[in-house]
């Protein structure tokens, strides 16, 4: 039997592109920019298969351009960017990467918590500066994590796992969810608070919401308002959890102390955007999951859940099992 043609919207790592290319036939997309539309609409026109990434939309119009298509494998564990309920409507099987990449974001949730905190990147940019003369005894003081409260704003996996390193670190744990944690209240002795407690009273607020139309804009200017002045904000869901410019705003005002943010809205966010000229806010591209073994892990589960959905199987993850219920 010839092999499925595949397309993989960008050179993902070796473990699971190995997989794809020996057991189907897979164009690969080389450049470190997405495919444009059109060109993603006319590879998927030829494909059963489709790798895509967060930043590849995929929707009805993409559907429609793909009549032979048997499964979207997204690398990543979250998928805004996927009309799953167009997929399933057509009978198209869609995937995700959960589970592997869970430690990696927790730990660099917690990186950027306490790189805003102890201001390292201000501290960076001024001893690269040539601006470091002496000791100072008020030089660049920030906030502590021992004994802090800590906000969890979403306890799913990665939520969960950040409140795990912040136990660690002797903090206070509050959360809120629209589901409340029994593991989270046994375990690392979470209060269940409401969202505008949970903006009270945290010293830290970390996001870990996904994003839909209920999370949009979850922390804009009246979320920010209640907030403390010594809080800090981190986000590694996904960029429109926060409204950009409110934020802007909140930190240019001093309204919070600081905040940290892998994602943006936009996402890239450009590079003359003010947020960039703020001391008080720490911009990283989108990088969380960004280790060498979680990104493979990642790519070889993406293979995977390609490969069973070409064979018609239930892919390992698969986010419309209902396509297979008999
Ligand atoms: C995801 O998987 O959803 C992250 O944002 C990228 O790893």
Redesign the pocket.
Same mark, same amino acid.
């Given at each position: 039997m010839p092999k499925r043609k595949v397309f993989v919207t960008r050179v993902i790592p070796d473990r699971g592109l190995h997989k794809i290319l020996s057991a189907t036939d897979a164009t690969v997309w080389q450049d470190e920019l997405p495919p444009p539309r059109a060109t993603f609409l006319k590879m998927a026109h030829e494909c059963a298969g489709l790798v895509t990434l =967060?930043t590849d939309r995929v929707d009805d119009e993409l559907f429609d351009a793909a009549p032979g298509l048997k499964v979207v494998a997204n690398y $990543?564990?979250?998928f805004d960017n996927i009309d799953v309920q167009a997929a399933t409507r057509r009978g198209i099987p869609v995937t995700n990467?959960p589970g592997v =990449?869970t430690e990696t974001?927790a730990d660099f949730a917690f990186t950027l918590l306490t790189a805003a905190a102890r201001r390292v990147g201000e501290g960076r940019d001024y001893a690269r500066a040539g601006k470091w003369k002496t000791w100072g005894p008020m030089l660049l003081m920030g906030q502590d994590l021992f004994g802090a409260t800590l906000g969890i704003a979403g306890i799913g996996r990665i939520g969960f796992a950040v409140a795990q390193r912040g136990k660690g670190f002797s903090m206070q744990i509050i959360y809120n969810d629209a589901v409340r944690s029994e593991r989270a209240e046994k375990e690392l002795g979470a209060r269940y608070v409401s969202k505008d407690e949970l903006l009270r009273q945290s010293d830290f607020l970390s996001l870990h919401v996904p994003l839909s139309p209920d999370t949009y804009h979850y922390i804009d200017k009246q979320a920010l308002s209640l907030m403390k002045p010594t809080a800090v904000l981190v986000n590694t869901s996904r960029g429109p959890v926060v409204d950009t410019m409110a934020i802007y705003e909140a930190l240019k005002a001093r309204q919070i102390f600081a905040a940290a943010l892998d994602?943006t809205d936009p996402e890239p966010l450009p590079h003359d955007h003010p947020l960039y000229s703020l001391d008080n806010a720490l911009i990283v591209p989108?990088i $969380?999951?960004a280790s060498f073994e979680t990104r493979n892990s990642?790519a070889e589960l993406a293979a995977d859940n390609l490969l069973a959905g070409l064979e018609g199987r239930q892919p390992p993850n698969c986010l419309n099992p209902e396509l297979f219920r008999k």
């Open positions: =967060l $990543a564990v979250g990467t =990449l974001t994602v989108h $969380a999951s990642m």
